[in-house]
């Protein structure tokens, strides 16, 4: 309703206390609570959402088509549909969005890239043109 896509569920968790080493792909929702130290990409075949929550902390690349980010990034963000930054988030790399909504206290030390629409919208007509 009003334009508004319906967010994918989080189904995986990477709670606090917990460290990956590596790269990781994820399918649908991930929330990262813990330390991942590596690149983390949603995979293509499905909208992806990525939380990284204000005790988490992210060495390495992110690729996701919606991001929510309230803990510390160190490396490039890519949200091909929105960035959102909230309060406590500390992103330390160069940021590419589609739409982008940054909080009051949210820290970001990078350039900042706007995407491009992924899908090219209808031109409106006027029903008093005729045309």
Request: aromatic share 2%; proline share 6%.
């Amino acid at each position: 309703m009003f334009g508004k896509k319906a967010q994918p569920p989080i189904k995986s968790l990477l709670a606090q206390g917990c460290r990956i080493e590596g790269h990781l792909l994820f399918n649908e929702g991930l929330r990262i609570d813990g330390e991942v130290v590596g690149d983390i990409r949603g995979m293509a075949e499905q909208p992806s959402l990525l939380v990284v929550s204000e005790t988490a902390i992210v060495d390495g690349e992110i690729v996701a088509d919606h991001v929510i980010v309230n803990g510390t990034v160190r490396g490039p963000v890519h949200a091909t549909e929105l960035l959102e930054l909230q309060p406590r988030a500390r992103v330390e790399g160069d940021v590419s969005y589609g739409s982008l909504e940054i909080h009051q206290g949210a820290v970001l030390t990078g350039q900042l890239r706007h995407l491009p629409p992924a899908e090219e919208k209808p031109l409106l007509k006027l029903a008093a043109n005729n045309a």
